[in-house]
């Protein structure tokens, strides 16, 4: 089966959407990132998704925190998103979030 189009969040490196073009896919695209080295604006927002989540949260709470994830490229999501939780607690008068980068990688727990 070869599938129609191929979005992934950030941008294809030119050899892998020749790759998939190759192969049959017709549509291959990224939501955030360049084409041709040209930055574009991404296909969807990213801030009103961060102030949707901080709206639903700041109702029963009075701080915020923020999970930033400190995977390389995921800013593009993460910067926007956290832009919308910033501009929810100035709004709703709440002190800025409190941000901490996390990891995004699973260590063991200890047994």
Known sequence: MTPA?????QEFTEPEA???RVAGI????AMHGS????PRPPLVSEQPIGALQA???AA??????????DLPGRDVLAHPRLDGVRKVCAKW???????????TT??????
Not at 5 to 9: G, P, S, T, V, W
Not at 26 to 29: G, S, T
Request: contains cysteine; neutral net charge.
């Open 35 to 38: 084409v041709r080295g040209e």
């Open 93 to 103: 008068d709440l002190p800025e979030p409190d941000v901490r980068r996390v990891s």
């Open 55 to 57: 709206r639903h949260l």
């Open 60 to 69: 029963p709470h009075r701080r915020l925190g923020y999970a930033y994830p």
């Open 5 to 9: 189009a191929a979005l992934a969040l």
């Open 26 to 29: 017709e549509v291959v695209m």
């Open 106 to 111: 699973t260590s063991p727990s200890p047994c």
């Open 18 to 20: 020749e790759a998939m």
